[in-house]
């Protein structure tokens, strides 16, 4: 099972999108230290590839946003249930619904 995640949001220039799932690593503006840690997509990688999937990301270029593909092996997230996120969305077997 395969779930796409697009934003309009920075993006990342063309040829990193295998360094922006490092642990620390942050892409703004040189010399510039960006909000949080930059260990968020470090740590989704890590919980995804336990669950035995992957995650890749590509881009057109910084401000052309972003797209996350999200791969599950069949099975891996049953019995997760429904959850309520904050945003009130509900999400099923554990992807949006």
Partial sequence: MSVQISDTGRGFETGTSEA?????????????????????LAISRQLIELLGGSITAQSDGLGRGAMFTLTLPRGSVQGVGAITTGAGATTTGGLAG
């Fill in 20 to 40: 922006i799932f490092q642990p620390f690593a942050q892409f703004g503006e040189s010399g510039v230290r960006e909000h949080g840690l930059g260990l968020g």
